[in-house]
């Protein structure tokens, strides 16, 4: 079981990374914090129940989707991160959960012009201008919008895993592609990562498929409720069915978990986003996989 860590303690934790940016000597300080937490806490990835995985980061606890919230997911002991991946004008991948800048970033200020301030109008370059973590708390101001690749960089450096969503693949022909030559690039596509450290996950069914046929090895998730009498077909091109905890049955779960997915394992669930002890402990007792949440401390000690 994971040591227990309290808010307090974790506020401590986290303070070390608040203006984590790529290359800096607090990456570091940050990277050494989060490895003496998750030393305590290692006995819990030999624990059964269902797998914690952090929303977009620690996202509680730093600004959603940005380098900070990986490394404070690190420093609660987390193994699992989520994100989500979008596609610049120039083509470069980047990491952020909205089709446009405004909520999480200063596109606004910093571009006053160019509204709606979608992502896929702004290049790498121009969005990497923009801070990111202002408006979670100024304690974060400097933080970026991280491309894929220095994603992918933290969270290898941290040991951890990768739940990588392909957000809105509409807007963005072919992005699996270009996903699956980013992690080619970066290392991810070996027999290591591919078993143990990697799942790819989408709203959209026809961007899970593409995954699967572009790399057949691969776990895919879908993230959604399909009809149990439709489960069948997903089967065919995803591992894991992945709905909201509102839709949630046992049943749902036992029809789920009765069929075999493309790897002729058993499919699983995860869950999202459950952000407090009575909901992770309802979920769990429903029979899911993997609780997707905002706040995997709390959840990890609810669940035990």
Request: net charge negative; glycine share 6%.
């Amino acid at each position: 079981m994971y040591a227990r860590t309290s808010v307090t303690t974790a506020a401590a934790l986290l303070g070390v990374s608040a203006l984590l940016l790529p290359g800096t000597a607090t990456a570091a300080t940050s990277a050494t914090t989060a490895t003496t937490a998750t030393s305590a806490a290692a006995p819990a990835a030999r624990c059964a129940g269902p797998l914690v995985i952090a929303h977009r980061g620690a996202s509680a606890y730093a600004p959603e989707n940005t380098l900070p919230a990986v490394e404070a997911a690190e420093a609660l002991g987390i193994d699992w991160v989520e994100n989500d991946v979008q596609r610049t004008k120039d083509g470069r991948l980047v990491v952020i959960h909205d089709d446009n800048l405004v909520r999480t970033t200063d596109a606004e200020q910093v571009f006053p012009d160019r509204a709606p301030w979608k992502v896929k109008d702004f290049t790498a370059a121009e969005i990497a201008r923009l801070d990111a973590g202002s408006w979670f708390g100024e304690r974060w101001a400097g933080a970026r919008v991280p491309t894929l690749e220095q994603y992918l960089r933290a969270v290898e450096a941290n040991q951890q895993k990768l739940l990588l969503e392909i957000k809105a693949p509409e807007l963005y022909p072919d992005i699996e592609k270009d996903i699956l030559r980013v992690l080619r690039q970066e290392g991810w596509l070996d027999r290591e990562h591919v078993r143990n450290k990697l799942v790819i996950q989408s709203f959209g069914a026809d961007s899970v498929r593409a995954v699967h046929q572009g790399r057949p090895d691969i776990t895919t998730g879908f993230l959604g409720t399909p009809p149990v009498a439709e489960l069948p077909s997903y089967a065919a091109f995803t591992d894991q069915i992945n709905p909201t905890h509102t839709s949630l049955t046992s049943e749902y779960v036992a029809a789920v978990h009765r069929l075999k997915g493309p790897h002729s394992k058993r499919l699983t669930v995860s869950t999202w986003t459950v952000n407090d002890a009575a909901g992770a402990v309802r979920v769990r007792d429903l029979g899911v996989d993997g609780i997707i949440t905002n706040n995997p401390d709390v959840v990890r000690d609810a669940i035990g």
